[in-house]
T-cell receptor
Framework: DAKTTQPPSMDCAEGRAANLPCNHS???????VYWYRQIHSQGPQYIIH???NNETNEMASLIITEDRKSSTLILPHATLRDTAVYYCIVRLPPGGKLIFGQGTELSVKP | DGGITQSPKYLFRKEGQNVTLSCEQNLNHDAMYWYRQDPGQGLRLIYY???????QKGDIAEGYSVSREKKESFPLTVTSAQKNPTAFYLC??????????FGSGTRLTVV
């Protein structure tokens, strides 16, 4: 499984967009990029995933570069409740195991 | 509502005792997973199972055992061979490309 690299921490002002980067330079052609977040002492929550194309859902947008070596998770209007650790993971289909890195601790400040 | 249930939420174990953590899902997911999380750290994979009666070791399987006799259930036993069992344990399930669904976790403390 390809490994991912994320900054350990980021700050974002409430109401602004939060852009969380992830490098996955060794990703293979059939590996998906998944994003999860974990609020303290809870189970991780699925956010979004994608293969090649940019994806958007009610929670976030995922931008994947054309060479697929990096991606960005965008929370368009961050709120205080978005404060969490965000994990970027690559995963083989159809049921490949998720290998978590250290993640990015996002702090949304008023 | 479908979901994944872990019990108990908090568990205390004396040194040298085996304990079993429960994980049940009613999502009809084929695959199930156990992770361990230490304070300030990411999740590490202990064991996973893609189908009933089959399971594989993850990155830190030593001192743990599992069974998968039913699709809905994937209990984890923390044995006395696990030298540092105090941690937060998370169970998850998945089907195909669908993202994992996680339980709310069990916090195990050795006393």
């Amino acid at each position: 499984d390809a490994k991912t690299t994320q900054p350990p921490s980021m700050d974002c002002a409430e109401g602004r967009a939060a852009n969380l980067p992830c490098n996955h330079s060794t990703i293979s052609g059939n590996e998906y990029v998944y994003w999860y977040r974990q609020i303290h002492s809870q189970g991780p929550q699925y956010i979004i995933h994608g293969l090649k194309n940019n994806e958007t859902n009610e929670m976030a947008s995922l931008i994947i570069t054309e060479d697929r070596k990096s991606s960005t998770l965008i929370l368009p209007h961050a709120t205080l409740r978005d404060t969490a650790v965000y994990y970027c993971i690559v995963r083989l289909p159809p049921g490949g195991k998720l290998i978590f890195g250290q993640g990015t601790e996002l702090s949304v400040k008023p | 509502d479908g979901g994944i249930t872990q019990s108990p939420k908090y568990l205390f174990r004396k040194e040298g005792q085996n304990v079993t953590l429960s994980c049940e899902q009613n999502l009809n997911h084929d695959a199930m997973y156990w992770y361990r999380q230490d304070p300030g750290q990411g999740l590490r994979l202990i064991y996973y199972s893609q189908i009933v009666n089959d399971f594989q070791k993850g990155d830190i399987a030593e001192g743990y055992s599992v069974s998968r006799e039913k699709k809905e259930s994937f209990p984890l036993t923390v044995t006395s061979a696990q030298k540092n069992p105090t941690a937060f344990y998370l169970c998850a399930s998945s089907r195909g490309q669908i993202g994992y669904t996680f339980g709310s976790g069990t916090r195990l403390t050795v006393v």
